[in-house]
Each structure stands twice: as structure tokens, then as C-alpha cells.
């Protein structure tokens, strides 16, 4: 399994992540990714990937599958609970 990260992931999102305190790495992603606590899929037909970041907040990973390559489009933090599932 490949794992391709967009620049928008890797130029803004993160760093920003890193400005505001949380440690989110690539790794982390694929971790998620590839175990995660809760999935779904957005309003425009991606997939979504959750986990724990810490007991009240969770790791939001949006990316799409082609064939064996995963494409990681954006992440982002939300409080445990605002994805009905993650409660």
C-alpha cells in the first residue's frame, strides 16, 4: 500500500497543527488510517478515518483509495463527540 500526501497537507495543515500544539505526524496518519477507530465518508464521497488523539479529541483523516495508492487530502482536530460516531 502506497501512501501519497497532498501539499496541501504537508505545507499548511500540519505546520499549523504544529503552531497550535498538536503533534501529528505522517506516521500517525497512516497509523490511522490503516487502524482506525471510526470511518465514514464525506459529503463529496470521500473516505474518513478516525482515532484518539487524546481522551477528549479525535484525529479526522480525509483521503481517497485508488487501486493500492491512498491519497491523503486533509486532516484535521475535532472534539471527541461532534462526529456522532466518536462518543
Known amino acids: 500500500m502506497k501512501f501519497v500526501f497532498t501539499k496541501h497537507l504537508t505545507r499548511d495543515k500540519l505546520p499549523v ?4 500544539g498538536w503533534k501529528v505526524t505522517k506516521v500517525k496518519i497512516k497509523e490511522i488510517i490503516k487502524n482506525s477507530q471510526w470511518h465514514g465518508i ?5 473516505k474518513t478515518a478516525m482515532g484518539l488523539v487524546d ?6 483523516v480525509i483521503y481517497r483509495k485508488e487501486n493500492d495508492i491512498i491519497t491523503v ?8 463527540g461532534k462526529y456522532g460516531s466518536t462518543l
Open 17 to 20: 497543527l504544529k503552531e497550535f
Open 42 to 46: 464525506t459529503r463529496y464521497g470521500e
Open 55 to 60: 481522551s477528549k479529541h479525535i484525529l479526522r
Open 73 to 80: 487530502i486533509t486532516v484535521h482536530i475535532a472534539r471527541r
